[in-house]
């Protein structure tokens, strides 16, 4: 199948340091692929060239078709293309509610087009997406207020609202409890039902192996593989790299 999101010789140097060097990526539809790798093989990076946070020294991106190189980020993310982050920056002075309600708008304008009806549809995401989070009873609290299982939710629950196409989750269930864990897997696997597009960053590989179809093995800013889970994990080159057993 066509891949949705198309990513070809993506390159970005710092200096003498190579993070990301021609690496192609493919997002099938209706998949979810992981990235893997040790500490500073360039998967963060690469989640920046491909949102526009940074700019590609070579390579092109292109999402449903068009070209987004060097486009701004709010641009990409309005044409589908939602992700987290790490640190979530979420608005921590704002209520739960309104945290997700912001990922809703289409324009910064005060006055948002569309009137009444339309912010009545985006209202209407809102709620559904803090619903299937589970933090519908917090809607009314603030952000800064929440545990911290409750803060990484909410960044699911803003890109679900937003109805993107495509999400990209920079380590989305790193630091959960099993029971929430649990209910992560789930919504992950319900959205790609809902034909929602996955790729994600993840260092647990027990959830990699219970969530990937396909996996992209990165290390110092280059693919060395890609494949199913069975084949990619079960390789001892790959694993001694990963675990830090390189020759």
């Known amino acids: 199948m066509s891949a949705l ?11 003498g340091i190579n993070a990301v060097e021609a690496v192609d990526l493919d997002l099938a539809p209706g998949i979810i692929t992981a990235l893997v790798g040790p500490n500073g093989a360039g998967k963060t990076t690469l989640f920046n060239l491909i949102t526009g946070h940074l700019a590609a020294d070579a390579g092109v991106v292109e999402l449903f078709g068009q070209k987004i190189t060097g486009h701004a980020p709010h641009r990409i993310a309005r044409m589908g293309l939602a992700r987290s982050f790490q640190d979530l920056r ?13 990922a809703t708008e289409p324009v910064s304008w005060f006055w948002q087009p569309g009137g009444v009806r339309a912010a009545r549809e985006r209202a209407a995401r809102g709620a559904q997406a803090l619903e299937r989070t589970g933090l519908a009873p917090l809607a009314r609290a603030e952000a800064a207020d929440l545990a911290y299982a409750e803060r990484k939710f909410l960044s699911l629950a803003r890109i679900l609202a937003s109805g993107a196409r ?13 029971a929430s864990r649990a209910r992560f897997t789930a919504l992950l696997r319900a959205a790609v039902a809902d034909g929602v597009t996955i790729c994600l960053i993840e260092h647990n590989l027990d959830i990699v ?10 290390d110092q800013g280059r693919k060395l593989a890609e494949g199913a889970p069975e ?14 057993e390189r020759a």
């Open 5 to 15: 999101l198309s990513a070809r010789g993506l390159t970005r140097h710092f200096g």
């Open 90 to 102: 979420l608005f921590a002075r704002m209520s739960v509610r309104d945290n997700v309600l912001a």
């Open 166 to 178: 495509i999400w990209l989750l920079d380590e989305p269930a790193s630091g959960l409890d099993p």
């Open 209 to 218: 192996i219970e969530l990937a179809d396909r996996i992209v093995f990165l």
């Open 231 to 244: 084949s990619v994990l079960g390789d001892p080159r790959l694993a001694a790299i990963y675990f830090g």
